[in-house]
């Protein structure tokens, strides 16, 4: 009897058929020699009945009116296996999948597999199955074997990328995702998912790099910063705080490359400019660092950065002065030309307004480094020539020397702000060693309420103590913040 996909039991009832029909006609053959044509009808007839009674019937396939995974994608089948039994039973098996009987598709899936084990898109959906039942391992093995028949097959690179979120693989998620959009770029929800990812990875890279960062393991943080910029080349946000470390690890050269690669990536990036600022100032490039600052308030208003701005041309201009001038902060004692450089150099826009004819007739500063300002602050009458028409470069300045200029400036910020000097104006200070009706009192009691001059010990005032530098300086720096914007030039002062 020929072999058929009958049950063991319709077998069994075959074969019986079979024998009895043969012991029937077994004697009438050796009469007759040959089968009758009648009987061996008979027999197939009654074969026949049986196998078709018998046949195992097909799965009822129900109509799918709403998908229960409508996240799944049916894979589609190779046109070489197209119209065969295993594709047949895999229509079947996607059909019951949809409708939500997991267990009877995964037996369609299986016996697709039986009859073409090369049937990759069964597998897959074998895959699919596992996913539904939330069980991702299981899923990535069958995805696994479906990529190994074939490595473009887009739904078995998405349900593996799915299999490996679940399982907590990001990375390899996003290569799997990546992978099928490199064969469909038009799957906006695979490059969604993609675009998540690489945010998600990406968060993580900072955090781990910040965390060694800040732990003083610049190496690791150079090295984590390196390895996100290999996954998201395009983020300046990583080659900015790269540059940072490597800054702080001295490798400036790498930073300022680093720095200007985040621009190239986000021309809106003030903070790279800063930095490129900053690293251009620390070379002694002052030119290069001002570009920059300025550039990165173009960008975006700071006053931290407007100050670094300031701070940098201060510096230069302080560069360019004569070395007779940068050497005045450190004196022991400092002369009279020494003090008018001072407050010509930073008091500048208050010395504007005034112009007194005597000054033209000062004879001994013509040569003299500091001449210019000495003629400045003599015009505006906070100093004085002596009545032979010299300046006396030369000559020390002493504490009431100091108030005496030092008043004459309060004045000229009183009169652009009356409010503000009532209350050194009116002050009646009292010294234990200068008397009210002295003639330097009032300069001195000035200079010490406006907190531009100290007292010395028992409430003493010190006259005649010649001045440091250092004191002068910060003299002048306290007259410079009660000017405020007149100190600028951004207010000009009272005529």
């Given amino acids: 009897m020929a072999a058929c996909r009958l049950s063991p039991t319709c077998r069994a009832g075959c074969l019986l058929v079979s024998q009895a029909v043969t012991k029937v006609d077994t004697a009438r053959e050796a009469r007759q020699g040959k089968i009758s044509l009648m009987r061996?009808?008979?027999?197939?007839?009654?074969?026949a009945g049986l196998t078709a009674?018998?046949?195992?019937?097909?799965?009822?396939?129900?109509?799918?009116?709403?998908?229960?995974?409508?996240?799944?994608?049916?894979?589609?089948?190779?046109?070489?296996l197209a119209g065969t039994r295993?594709?047949?039973?895999?229509?079947?098996?996607?059909?019951?999948?949809?409708?939500g009987d997991l267990n009877i598709a995964e037996h369609e899936f299986s016996a697709a597999l039986q009859a073409a084990p090369a049937f990759y898109p069964a597998e897959t959906s074998l895959g699919d199955v596992e996913l539904a039942r939330k069980d991702p391992k299981s899923a990535l093995a069958h995805f696994d074997r479906a990529l190994e028949q074939q490595k473009a097959?887009?739904?078995?690179?998405?349900?593996?990328?799915?299999?490996?979120?679940?399982?907590?693989?990001?990375?390899?998620?996003?290569?799997?995702?990546?992978?099928?959009?490199?064969?469909?770029?038009?799957?906006?929800?695979?490059?969604?998912?993609?675009?998540?990812?690489?945010?998600?990875?990406?968060?993580?890279?900072?955090?781990?790099?910040?965390?060694?960062?800040?732990?003083?393991?610049?190496a690791e943080a150079i090295a984590v910063y390196t390895s996100a910029i290999a996954s998201s080349p395009d983020s300046a946000v990583l080659y900015r705080e790269l540059a940072a470390v490597e800054r702080q690890n001295g490798d400036v050269d790498r930073a300022l490359d680093h720095c200007r690669k985040a621009i190239a990536l986000d021309a809106s990036d003030a903070r790279s400019v800063v930095h490129i600022g900053e690293i251009l100032e620390g070379r002694g490039d002052f030119a290069g660092a001002e570009?920059?600052?300025?550039?990165a308030l173009a960008i975006e208003s700071s006053a931290a950065v407007e100050a670094k701005l300031d701070a940098l041309?201060?510096?230069?201009?302080?560069?360019?002065?004569?070395?007779?001038?940068?050497?005045?902060?450190?004196?022991?004692?400092?002369?009279?030309?020494?003090?008018?450089?001072?407050?010509?150099?930073?008091?500048?826009?208050l010395l504007e307004g005034t112009r007194r004819r005597d000054a033209e007739l000062i004879t001994d500063v013509r040569t003299h480094w500091a001449a210019a300002w000495?003629?400045?602050?003599?015009?505006?009458?906070?100093?004085?020539?002596?009545?032979?028409?010299?300046?006396?470069?030369?000559?020390?300045?002493?504490?009431?020397?100091?108030?005496?200029?030092?008043?004459?400036?309060?004045?000229?910020?009183?009169?652009?702000?009356?409010?503000?000097?009532?209350?050194?104006?009116?002050?009646?200070?009292?010294?234990?060693?200068?008397?009210?009706?002295?003639?330097?009192?009032?300069?001195?009691s000035i200079a010490v309420a406006a907190g531009v001059m100290t007292l010395g010990p028992e409430a003493s005032f010190q006259p005649t103590r010649p001045i440091s530098g250092e004191e002068a300086a910060a003299a002048i720096a306290r007259i410079e913040s009660l000017a405020g914007p007149l100190a600028s030039g951004k207010t000009k002062p009272a005529r």
């Fill in 40 to 47: 061996a009808l008979r027999v197939l007839v009654i074969v």
């Fill in 53 to 80: 009674a018998c046949a195992p019937k097909p799965v009822p396939v129900p109509v799918v009116s709403a998908a229960r995974y409508p996240e799944f994608t049916a894979p589609e089948v190779p046109a070489s």
């Fill in 86 to 99: 295993a594709a047949e039973s895999y229509g079947r098996g996607w059909q019951l999948f949809q409708a």
């Fill in 153 to 218: 097959d887009v739904p078995a690179l998405i349900g593996r990328g799915q299999a490996l979120v679940a399982l907590g693989r990001e990375p390899d998620a996003l290569t799997a995702f990546e992978a099928a959009l490199a064969v469909d770029p038009s799957l906006g929800d695979v490059r969604r998912r993609v675009e998540v990812l690489r945010f998600r990875g990406l968060e993580q890279a900072l955090a781990r790099a910040r965390q060694a960062a800040r732990a003083g393991k610049l």
């Fill in 291 to 295: 570009r920059a600052y300025a550039d």
């Fill in 313 to 349: 041309r201060a510096r230069v201009e302080l560069a360019r002065l004569p070395e007779e001038y940068r050497a005045i902060e450190h004196a022991p004692q400092i002369t009279r030309a020494d003090l008018a450089a001072l407050i010509g150099v930073r008091l500048a826009p």
């Fill in 374 to 444: 000495i003629m400045a602050v003599v015009r505006a009458g906070v100093m004085e020539a002596f009545a032979n028409h010299a300046f006396q470069p030369r000559t020390l300045v002493r504490r009431v020397d100091l108030a005496q200029a030092a008043s004459r400036l309060l004045a000229r910020i009183a009169a652009a702000d009356p409010g503000r000097a009532r209350s050194w104006e009116s002050a009646r200070m009292k010294f234990s060693d200068l008397s009210a009706g002295h003639l330097a009192y009032p300069a001195a």
